[in-house]
């Protein structure tokens, strides 16, 4: 019995990708001219100011108690720093009793208007003396922390309690 070959058209289209690849070999590599990267001998000196812009880099802290006038302080920040890094650091946590927290967040790029400032609510555990770690949010250059002191006191809290179970609005909140 004699063994016929395939049919050429199907023997082509098996060996035509086989014969590109084998082609292409080295030939498409381009040299490091021809893609533009950047000199290693330049990338310590981009380090070292990525660096510097990290060791530079600041959020403000603003402690607004019930009377009084408002202080900030300038906490500087390197990459990691959260939320607690800047409250523990500018003393905040030990100003007051009860608190309330949020980060005002300004738009990265280029500059939006101050209606795009994200405002981002930061639950702080006063028996632990910290904030709750889902809200210890990474801190970015330019970002402010306002802590305002919280004049509630154990009877709000009791009634909040007890309102809150029966769906009622609770009678601190209306206040404000």
Do not use: W
């Not at 019930?66 to 990459?79: D, S, Y």
């Not at 030990?94 to 280029?110: D, S, T």
Request: glycine share 4%.
């Amino acid at each position: 019995m004699l063994r016929r070959f395939p049919n050429p058209t199907r023997l082509f289209l098996l060996l035509l990708p086989l014969a590109a690849l084998l082609a292409s070999g080295c030939a498409t590599v381009r040299q490091k001219a021809d893609l533009d990267l950047p000199d290693t001998a330049s990338q310590p000196k981009t380090e070292q100011v990525a660096a510097q812009t990290l060791q530079t880099s600041e959020c403000s802290v603003v402690i607004r108690p019930a009377r009084g006038k408002p202080q900030v302080t300038r906490v500087p920040i390197t990459e990691g720093d959260t939320v607690q890094t800047a409250l523990d650091h500018s003393k905040a946590t030990k100003r007051f009793r009860r608190m309330n927290i949020h980060v005002l967040r300004a738009p990265r790029g280029p500059a939006g208007s101050p209606a795009d400032v994200q405002k981002m609510q930061v639950e702080f555990d006063r028996h632990r003396r910290a904030v709750e770690i889902e809200y210890d949010y990474a801190l970015y250059p330019n970002d402010r922390i306002v802590v305002e002191e919280d004049t509630t006191n154990i009877v709000d809290d009791m009634v909040e309690k007890i309102t809150g179970r029966l769906g009622m609005p609770v009678l601190s909140n209306m206040v404000r």
